[in-house]
């Protein structure tokens, strides 16, 4: 193995040269695309506008370093991705069904205090991501949340319970949470750490009349601060 030879193969100034040329003309060109696209900027990409993305990315990458590459089919790709998208996004607005088809559709975590169970079979990855995101918004128990819901890019919405609204919840606080058991130490109100349903227990141990679910953990109702 030579190391000349990884790094340096074949490469001399002119194609340095021309190397800078194909990248500055792919960059223009993947602005102009995204531009063209009609999209103001990116918080949160939906999937479709990831695969969007790794369509661009990857027509663009060869012909910036690659000689061989003349650049005309990466911006015959580009004029078809784009076309594509605006044709989706058209059709997306003119129909839900077509919308929910490629975007996805939002969807409730939490209604009323409680998690969303119907709309949790649709959820493919765990709790803790929500959690700790209600976290990042001062919750401290979900008996704050009159409605959170999941966007089709990411983000999770909320809707708080005003101060005196505010019932007893759910903790999310990692200390708190963790304390979960099945046996119940003393009668009192307790919080299903499943579902998030609150009940009185006086007994040692209790099963959710929600979800079944067996692990509770004291509920709180301490206001939001925010
Ligand atoms: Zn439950």
């Not at 919308?99 to 559709?105: Q, S």
């Not at 999941?150 to 304390?179: A, C, M, Q, R």
Request: aromatic letters at 10%; proline letters at 4%; one cysteine or more.
């Amino acid at each position: 193995m030579e190391w000349t030879q990884i790094f340096f193969k074949g490469v001399d100034l002119s194609l340095a040269v021309e190397v800078v040329a194909r990248t500055l003309i792919m960059f223009a060109l993947i602005l102009i695309v995204l531009r063209a696209t009609g999209k103001r900027g990116v918080r949160q990409l939906s999937l479709f506008e990831v695969a969007i993305i790794i369509g661009l990315g990857s027509a663009a990458g060869d012909p910036m370093f690659n000689p061989d590459e003349p650049i005309l089919p990466a911006i015959i790709v580009f004029i078809v991705i784009c076309a594509f998208y605006r044709l989706m996004t058209w059709l997306a607005s003119k129909s839900e069904k077509f919308e929910v088809l490629v975007e996805g559709k939002a969807l409730y975590i939490i209604e009323d205090g409680m998690f969303d169970l119907v709309d949790q079979k649709e959820l493919f990855f765990g709790k803790d991501e929500f959690l700790a995101e209600m976290r990042q918004q001062n919750v401290e128990h979900l008996g704050q949340i009159r409605t959170a819901v999941l966007e089709t890019n990411g983000n999770v919405s909320f809707i708080f319970f005003d101060e005196k609204e505010v019932k007893k919840g759910l903790p999310i606080w990692p200390k708190v949470y963790e304390k979960k058991s099945k046996l119940i130490p003393a009668p009192g109100t307790y919080a299903c750490t499943y579902c998030g349903n609150v009940e009185d227990i006086t007994t040692s141990s209790h099963i959710c009349r929600r979800c079944n679910c067996e692990e509770w953990v004291m509920a709180l109702d301490t206001k939001r601060c925010s």
